[in-house]
T-cell receptor, first 113, second 116 residues
Framework: AQTVTQSQPEMSVQEAETVTLSCTYD???????LFWYKQPPSRQMILVIR??????QNATENRFSVNFQKAAKSFSLKISDSQLGDTAMYFC??????????FGAGTRLTVKP | DVKVTQSSRYLVKRTGEKVFLECVQD?????MFWYRQDPGLGLRLIYF???????EKGDIPEGYSVSREKKERFSLILESASTNQTSMYLC???????????????FGDGTRLSIL
């Protein structure tokens, strides 16, 4: 079974600075997908960024980028130029077939003014 | 945009009651999912469905059942609510893609359920 581990329950960062959230996963599959989701306080969970395991190039979405290290089974999220609106719970997830998505325990990120 | 609507944001029920949580999606997605979210545990899959009248158990199905009579609607049922089922419940949907899984799941706002 796949497992996803987020070792940082809480983090904080000053506005405009950069922060990196860690995620490791464990799978025996060769082809899989990795996701970062964001859940703002009392709001809907939304997709931040995704990475396909067979692609070596790290995914980027504006201020969000990932550092995907397949051999190390690591998938960290970097947020550049942090904004107050980035304050949220962040969940790392892995998915290797259509139905089985595994989530980490989450990291609560606070962006301080 | 995909819209996943959960019938209640907050719900308070009593121990032993039968509880229904409803979820509707408007994008004709084949897959629908029910998770519960607890602090320190992330999201855990209760049940999912990949077609009408089809259902599969997730990691923690005990004490729950589901119903999918129509493609757009997926209901979670707590047969006899207990206090350890107090939690945030999230519904999600995604299109069917066979073995590929690069499409994200789309989530509803969640239902915070309290069992007294």
């Amino acid at each position: 079974a796949q497992t996803v581990t987020q070792s940082q329950p809480e983090m904080s960062v000053q506005e405009a600075e950069t922060v990196t959230l860690s995620c490791t996963y464990d799978t025996s599959e060769n082809n899989y997908y990795l996701f970062w989701y964001k859940q703002p306080p009392s709001r809907q969970m939304i997709l931040v960024i995704r990475q396909e395991a067979y692609k070596q190039q790290n995914a980027t979405e504006n201020r969000f980028s990932v550092n995907f290290q397949k051999a190390a089974k690591s998938f960290s999220l970097k947020i550049s130029d942090s904004q107050l609106g980035d304050t949220a719970m962040y969940f790392c997830a892995s998915r290797y077939n259509n139905n089985d998505m595994r989530f980490g325990a989450g990291t609560r990120l606070t962006v301080k003014p | 945009d995909v819209k996943v609507t959960q019938s209640s944001r907050y719900l308070v029920k009593r121990t032993g009651e039968k509880v229904f949580l409803e979820c509707v999606q408007d994008m004709d997605h084949e897959n629908m999912f029910w998770y519960r979210q607890d602090p320190g545990l992330g999201l855990r899959l209760i049940y999912f469905s990949y077609d009408v009248k089809m259902k599969e158990k997730g990691d923690i199905p005990e004490g729950y059942s589901v119903s999918r009579e129509k493609k757009e609607r997926f209901s979670l049922i707590l047969e006899s609510a207990s206090t350890n089922q107090t939690s945030m419940y999230l519904c999600a949907s995604s299109p069917l893609e066979g073995a590929r899984g690069n499409q994200p799941q789309h989530f509803g706002d969640g239902t915070r359920l309290s069992i007294l």
